[in-house]
């Protein structure tokens, strides 16, 4: 079982990127999927999750709508999509995989991580 986080890299102010994480060993499916983000000295954050049957999305604050998250459960990967990125959204991103969940916004919640891409928002 493994999730592969990749699309990380530099980015300008106001530019975009999109993030992907796709699984091996198991179906995405059946699992809620999410994002989180993290920086040195600070605990994980949330940023987007989308339920197991993909008809909820939920997004923190500091990122909804200009973050989307998707996925495509044919070829077993979840994007999130980052536009307006700012220099604050400077971060480890995680991917995380959640039996028939919802989208928590709780890294408890979440069985199975991947093992995080850089995503560095600079002039």
């Not at 040195?40 to 909804?64: C, H, I, L, M, Q």
Request: net charge neutral; proline share 2%; charged share 15%.
């Amino acid at each position: 079982v493994q999730l592969q986080a990749s699309g990380g890299g530099l980015v300008q102010p106001g530019g975009s990127l999109r993030l992907s994480c796709a699984a091996s060993g198991f179906g995405l499916n059946s699992y809620a999927m999410g994002w989180f983000r993290q920086t040195p000295g600070k605990e994980r954050e949330f940023a987007a999750a989308t339920g197991w049957n993909s008809g909820s999305t939920n997004y923190a604050d500091s990122v909804k709508g200009r973050f989307t998250i998707s996925r495509d459960n044919a070829k077993n990967t979840v994007y999130l999509q980052m536009n307006s990125l700012k220099p604050v959204d400077t971060a480890v991103y995680y991917c995380a995989a959640d039996f028939l969940g919802t989208g928590s916004v709780s890294a408890h919640d979440y069985e199975f991580w991947g093992q995080g891409t850089l995503v560095t928002v600079s002039s």
